[in-house]
C-alpha cells in the first residue's frame, strides 16, 4: 500500500473479524456469516486492510465491497504483497482473541510504517452485524 497517512483508525463496532464471523455462524437469528472481504456490504463493516483503502487512499465503498485484498481494487495500482496476506490472516483468524489480534497487527503495520489506533467496542461489531444480517433475512 502506498503510505499517504501514518495513521489508521479501526473503529470495532464496524470491524469485521474471525471473532465477527464465528460470533454469527453460533448465532441462531442469522444463517451463517458472509465472507471476509475490505467491505462487508451485508453487515456495512470493513477489515483492517478495508479501514487502510478507506482512510489512505479515499476508496470508495463500491470499490471494495466483496473484496478480499487492496490489490483486488483495480485502481488502487496495489501489488500483492505478504502483508496484505498477512494481515487478512490475523485479521480473520477465529482463534485469536482481540487482545491477540490487536496486538499483531499493530506490529504488522508498525513494521510497514503504519500505526493502528483502536477505539470502541467489539460487542458493538456482533450485536450490529446479527441485527443487520437478521434484518436482511440472511
Known amino acids: ?4 497517512s501514518k495513521t489508521i483508525r479501526v473503529d470495532r463496532a464496524r470491524w469485521y ?3 465477527v464471523q ?9 444463517a451463517g456469516s458472509p465472507a471476509s472481504a475490505l467491505y462487508v456490504p451485508a453487515t456495512k463493516q470493513h477489515c483492517c486492510l478495508g479501514f487502510a483503502c478507506r482512510q489512505l487512499h479515499r476508496t470508495p465503498l463500491k470499490d471494495i465491497a466483496g473484496l ?15 502483508f496484505q496476506v498477512q494481515a487478512a490472516a490475523i485479521n480473520d483468524d477465529r482463534l485469536l482473541t482481540s487482545r491477540e489480534r490487536e496486538s499483531q497487527l499493530r506490529a ?10 483502536f477505539y470502541g467496542s467489539q ?3 456482533i450485536a450490529s452485524a446479527v441485527r443487520r444480517l437478521a434484518k436482511a433475512g440472511r
Open 108 to 117: 504488522l503495520f508498525k513494521e510497514h510504517g503504519f500505526r493502528l489506533v
Open 123 to 125: 460487542k458493538n461489531a
Open 68 to 82: 478480499g485484498l487492496p490489490s483486488e481494487v483495480d485502481w488502487l495500482d496495489t501489488p500483492l504483497s505478504a
Open 17 to 19: 473479524t474471525g471473532a
Open 22 to 30: 464465528g460470533a454469527l455462524d453460533r448465532h441462531e437469528s442469522v
Open 1 to 4: 500500500m502506498q503510505k499517504t
